[in-house]
């Protein structure tokens, strides 16, 4: 094996440059680790600090609900009005208040939780809100305020149009929880409620209102511009926010598509158990709708203290991969600049250092060539191993001619074994070929003498059968003798089963090629079979396929297939079971499959290759030739037939058969041994 060879001026390059270029690169690896490193660490903590502020302008928007619904109504002219129970002057009142304060909800109710007047919907008054919990405790004298979630059915007391603008459309959302639902129509409100007390401290009515968050945007948006100041990225916002009722987006600034909002979205399963599930705060790297974010959530709460969403604010992760890009490409082409300037000086230093080595190496090649005299001038003693190695090759030339030769002798000896190894195993394969041929032989003298035997055994039966009919006529029903003589019949019927199959496998039948319905047939079959074997506690189940309608074959044969197949099953499920009969379409080859499975007591193992040899048979009643025969009809329809079996478990029959008949022999051939 020839050593490899590494100049002077090669060796001299390396050991310049790879120093530096060591340290370059180590360099270049911990300023991108610390610059990574430390973008995400502060990414991280200013979403942080940004869900703080954001959850500082949400709670800014619950106080400003309840200063309006508070100062309204500690109003002692509100007071005044609720006691009378006055509509029309609290329209006057109520009415242009909801509209300047952008609430969309604002109430009045009575002493015992009666509506007085709704200032979204004016005709809807005089139900009952006792059982509503805000309601209940501004009675009881409690200023309340919070987030809670509103059914769809109390949102309609407020205004159609309310209930509207809280149904929201889910969207199919990657890796979110199941939900069966596809409309979400409660609605996630802000609400306060305060007491209406008359001038003596007593309780006359209370106020509440708020601010559908559904749809809403106002707030999200708010919360954008507050928080993250307009900042964009190729003209996208840097930062979004979201308001989610359970899993689901309500109002949100994060777009699905170019000017569309992602209301409708979900929140991942992971993200909702964390923050929803078990209250936590969720800081992290997330990839929200279509992109990657720095993400902050943080659960809301009702009033109860029980999780009903989340707030999240993010911000996208683009522009700190922009930076990242920026700062490696910088360090790359430092890399690069630097690398190709030592480069150049290298080789320069080297090559005037080489030079004598390469006319000492010069030299010792002609000299191996044949040339003799040849002066040598060594001005330095750097490349003394150079010179000792060539200086070998002149008399190791002839040593490594008589080791190609024998490396020659060698691959031409394995050559001959090769062809020997080839000329043995096709020995082999016409061995099977001949052994094959022999059995084909004794099958076909089988199949002569079982014919023979068969025709013989037919006089002599038709005779037995015939005097036995004739003692059972002539016997009455109680004779003692009666049921030997119906044993003899029974008997004889066996043996005329046992010989028609022995006829049916010997003679060489030819098939009625026609066109044949293959799901009728099967259900034929199937209704059929009832009538041999008992179907008590057996299921069938028909799964054909809807492409496979007919095919070119000899009916009656492929019957006879098919029924001895699905009898087969049958009789495995001795204790009941499920018969499944199922069909399939493979258009690219050509072929349909029928398949019968059973759930029975199986094949064992070592009887799986003797199934469809002749007369083999795990039943005491049976022939042995049910499944030979129907190999040997498959076979002769240019098919296939196949079985798989797992003892306890059931057995699956496969018969793959070709859609066309091509022009191939209709002789049936003798069954597999």
Request: proline share 4%; glycine share 8%.
């Amino acid at each position: 094996m020839k050593r490899l060879r590494f100049p002077i001026r090669l060796k001299l390059t390396v050991a310049s440059l790879l120093p530096l270029f060591v340290a370059t690169v180590i360099c270049w690896l911990i300023g991108v680790y610390i610059i990574n490193s430390r973008i995400a660490s502060q990414a991280q903590e200013k979403v942080r600090t940004d869900l703080n502020a954001a959850r500082s302008v949400y709670n800014g928007e619950i106080d400003h609900v309840r200063d309006v619904v508070k100062f309204t109504a500690t109003n002692p002219f509100t007071a005044a009005v609720v006691a009378r129970g006055d509509r029309q002057v609290l329209r006057s009142l109520l009415a242009p208040l909801k509209r300047s304060e952008g609430l969309d909800i604002l109430t009045a109710v009575d002493a015992e939780g009666n509506v007085i007047f709704r200032a979204g919907n004016p005709g809807a008054f005089g139900d009952g809100q006792i059982n509503e919990q805000i309601v209940r405790r501004a009675l009881g004298g409690e200023q309340v305020s919070g987030t809670e979630v509103v059914p769809a059915a109390e949102l309609a007391k407020e205004g159609n149009e309310l209930a509207s603008r809280a149904a929201i459309e889910i969207v199919p959302t990657p890796f979110a929880r199941k939900r069966d639902e596809l409309v979400e129509r409660s609605g996630m409100m802000l609400l306060a409620a305060a007491p209406v007390r008359d001038g003596s401290g007593r309780t006359v009515g209370a106020l509440y209102g708020g601010i559908l968050l559904n749809n809403n945007n106002e707030l999200v948006d708010r919360i954008k511009k507050i928080v993250f100041e307009g900042v964009s990225f190729q003209g996208r916002d840097v930062g979004t926010a979201t308001l989610f009722l359970g899993d689901l987006r309500v109002a949100t600034n994060v777009l699905s598509a170019p000017e569309q909002r992602a209301i409708g979205t979900r929140l991942s399963e992971e993200v909702y158990n964390r923050v929803i599930l078990n209250r936590e705060k969720w800081v992290a790297r997330a990839f929200v709708v279509n992109d990657w974010y720095f993400a902050a959530y943080e659960p809301i709460l009702n009033l109860s203290g029980a999780p009903i969403g989340s707030l999240y604010v993010g911000m996208l992760e683009r522009p700190y991969e922009e930076m990242t890009r920026e700062i490696t490409f910088i360090f790359g082409v430092v890399l690069f600049c630097g690398s190709f300037i030592g480069i150049a000086i290298s080789s320069f230093t080297s090559s005037r250092l080489a030079r004598p080595i390469r006319e000492l190496e010069t030299a010792a090649r002609r000299i191996t060539a044949g040339e003799r005299g040849l002066p040598i001038a060594v001005e330095t003693r750097d490349e003394i191993g150079e010179l000792a190695r060539e200086l070998a090759t002149m008399t190791s030339t002839l040593t490594q001619r008589e080791e190609d030769i024998t490396t020659l002798n060698r691959q031409l000896e394995r050559k001959v074994l090769e062809r020997t190894a080839q000329l043995e195993e096709k020995n082999l394969l016409l061995v099977k070929a001949q052994e094959e041929l022999v059995r084909a032989a004794k099958l076909a003298d089988i199949g002569m003498l079982a014919a023979g035997v068969a025709h013989e055994i037919n006089n002599p039966m038709a005779i037995i059968r015939g005097n036995a009919e004739l003692l059972q006529m002539a016997l009455p029903e109680d004779d003692p003798n009666r049921e030997e003589v119906d044993t003899i019949a029974q008997q004889v019927g066996r043996v005329e089963r046992i010989v028609g199959n022995l006829l049916t496998f010997a003679r060489q039948q030819r098939k009625r090629l026609g066109t044949v319905a293959l799901h009728p047939l099967l259900d034929e079959i199937l209704r059929q079979v009832g009538h041999q074997v008992p179907l008590a506690g057996i299921e069938i189940r028909r799964l054909y396929s809807p492409l496979v309608s007919e095919i070119d074959g000899d009916g009656d044969q492929l019957r006879q297939v098919f029924t001895n197949l699905i009898l087969n099953a049958i009789q495995a499920m001795r204790v009941g079971g499920i018969l499944t009969v199922a069909t399939a379409l493979d258009e690219a080859a050509g072929t349909c499959t029928v398949s019968v499975s059973d759930t029975g007591c199986g094949i064992a193992p070592e009887n799986l290759k003797r199934i469809f040899s002749p007369f083999f048979t795990t039943r005491g009643e049976g022939t042995g030739l049910g499944l030979s025969v129907s190999y040997g009809i498959v076979k002769d329809h240019g098919g296939n037939i196949a079985v798989a079996s797992e003892e306890g478990t059931g057995t699956s029959f496969r018969v793959v058969l070709p859609l066309r008949q091509g022009d191939f022999e209709t002789e049936r051939p003798p069954a597999p041994p």
